[in-house]
Every structure is written in structure tokens, then in C-alpha cells.
Nanobody
């Protein structure tokens, strides 16, 4: 079973930056697409960004376009989310997830990492 472990969350002031990491225990068919999601308190979980391990076909939520960048390291089996120009509304628990090619369902999930942006 694939394990995804996030790290890099924390407290930052508005306008600051953070980089989240997601280390995958292995690459399988179920990790073809890697994604980041977030869930703010009292709200539903929402998509943030996704990419293939090659770094191609990256996709972003409109709310983070131009501020967040998703990238990968094949050697480290790690996916990153560089977050710049952070806003208080970016405060949430951020989750890493993966899905198979051709599937819309993310089946592997990490435990989440808290990101708090103060105003």
C-alpha cells in the first residue's frame, strides 16, 4: 500500500511563502497523478493542484494560479507545493493524494499538514 507523508506546514504571515513536501513510499499505477488538496475549518475539501511525475499536465485551482507551483522529484519520490504570496484564506489542512491514470478518484491520501496564514 502506498503511503504519502506530508511535511512543511506551519505559521506564516500574509504575503509570505511556504513549501510543502509529500514523500511517497513507492511509485505505482495508483500514483500516476499526484495532487494537493486543502480543507479549511468548517468547509469542504477542495482541489489545489495536480501533476504527473514527469511534471507535465499540471493543473491548478483558480484561487492559487500564479501563486502556487507544484513540482516533483523522481529521485526523492517527492512532490512539492511551493506557495507564495500567501493569504489568510489559504489557511487550511493541506493533503497530498494520488490517483491512477484515467481515474478521477484519488485513492491514496496523506495525513495532512496544517498551514496557517496570519493577517
Amino acid at each position: 500500500q502506498v503511503q504519502l507523508v506530508e511535511s512543511g506546514g506551519g505559521l506564516v504571515q500574509a504575503g509570505g511563502s511556504l513549501r510543502l513536501s509529500c514523500a511517497a513510499s513507492q511509485r505505482t499505477s495508483s500514483t500516476y497523478i499526484m495532487g494537493w488538496f486543502r480543507q479549511a475549518q468548517g468547509k469542504e475539501r477542495e482541489f489545489v493542484a495536480s501533476t504527473k511525475w514527469s511534471g507535465s499536465n499540471s493543473d491548478y485551482a483558480d484561487s492559487v494560479k500564479g501563486r502556487f507551483t507544484i513540482s516533483t522529484s523522481l529521485i526523492r519520490r517527492t512532490v512539492y507545493l511551493q506557495m507564495n504570496s500567501l493569504k489568510p484564506e489559504d489557511t487550511a489542512v493541506y493533503y497530498c493524494a494520488s490517483r491512477a491514470e484515467g481515474s478521477s478518484e484519488y485513492i491514496n491520501w496523506g495525513q495532512g499538514t496544517q498551514v496557517t496564514v496570519s493577517s
